[in-house]
């Protein structure tokens, strides 16, 4: 361990904001992974920058998560410096039609208060089970709507940990993808862009996709959401479905009985479980029907 990174961690974030060798299955939806060398909670875009610049100086690798349900990591863990961008970094505001807000905010969180501001437009968003900055790094999306649709702009910081803005337009928004990853930015905040609408529809459509969810997806078991990106042409469920997968085990990771888009931790899981079943259905669906599977989910740690 660098004694200095740790000490200089503390001075920025605070003593109470670090955790070293951190096990990651207590902050990813999964519930699975090793520990995290450090493991930083910010609460400002200053203490972040200042991480950041830190992380550059001393040559060590940074990672940054925020609710982790879109993540697997490994079972040797990340030997790193992990960022964390959730209940630290959760405050926004509404202005007219217009949200603007921290990364950390969950989307769910969001959701309730938009509702009570009688704004539409983002009922889609408001029951997947992630923050704001995840949502913008993958341009997530569900019954018909993305991210895409209602940012106005994103606050961004890049590896020197310098602030800057982009506009919609100039994230490069497209399925699962924008410039985030590609480039090495953090999202810090975005302003959203929505319109004046009537609660009570509002409120109906939201009950409407969470009953969606609870009867569709199984949300009674740690998962990482859709496994799969939906290949062109295809629904991912219904080709591992067909191809003879449903319930399909490895260890503890199985192929969901009520969603075979979802892979769910049944108990005990590990990464390792996860990666085989994933590389199984990948090899079956191709050999079935030639059409080749992507994983959704963020595979990340040690090898």
């Known amino acids: 361990m660098n004694q ?16 070293i060798e951190e096990p990651m299955c207590k902050h990813t939806t999964f519930r699975i992974g090793g520990p995290a060398q450090y493991f930083v909670m910010p609460q400002s875009a200053e203490e972040l920058g200042q991480v950041v610049a830190l992380c550059k100086a001393e040559k060590v690798s940074y990672f940054v998560v925020g609710h982790g349900s879109n993540l697997l990591v490994s079972d040797k863990g990340m030997r790193c410096v992990v960022i964390q961008l ?11 039609n217009r949200v603007n807000a921290q990364a950390g905010v969950m989307l769910c969180k969001l959701g309730q208060a938009i509702l009570e501001a009688g704004l539409t437009g983002f009922e889609f968003a408001a029951g997947i089970p992630g923050t704001l900055g995840g949502a913008v790094m993958m341009n997530a999306g569900a019954y018909g709507g993305e991210m895409k649709d ?3 702009s994103v606050q961004l910081m ?3 940990g310098n602030l800057l803005e ?3 337009e100039e994230m490069d928004f497209a399925y699962r993808h924008s410039i985030v990853a590609d480039e090495n930015l953090i999202v810090v905040g975005a302003t959203l862009k929505l319109d004046h609408g009537d609660k009570e529809a509002i409120a109906a459509r939201m009950e409407e996709l969470a009953i969606a969810r609870r009867t569709k997806q199984p949300l009674e078991f740690p998962s990482a ?7 062109e042409g295809y629904f991912a469920g219904k080709l591992i479905m067909d191809a003879g997968l449903r319930g399909y085990q490895v260890g503890g990771a199985q192929v969901s009985e009520k969603h075979c888009g979802f892979v769910i931790n049944k108990g005990g899981a590990t990464a390792q479980d996860v990666l085989q ?3 199984d259905v990948k090899r079956k669906v191709y050999e079935e029907f030639q059409v080749q599977l992507e994983p959704e989910v ?4 040690e090898k």
């Open 86 to 96: 959730y209940k630290n970094f959760e405050r926004f505001s509404i202005e007219g």
């Open 158 to 160: 890049d590896c020197d």
């Open 150 to 152: 209602i940012v106005e």
């Open 277 to 279: 079943l994933v590389e």
């Open 225 to 231: 959401g859709s496994t799969f990106k939906r290949p």
């Open 4 to 19: 200095n990174v740790k000490n200089e961690l503390y001075r920025i974030v605070g003593e109470q904001n670090v955790k």
């Open 298 to 301: 963020r595979m990340v740690g």
């Open 166 to 168: 982009k506009t919609c």
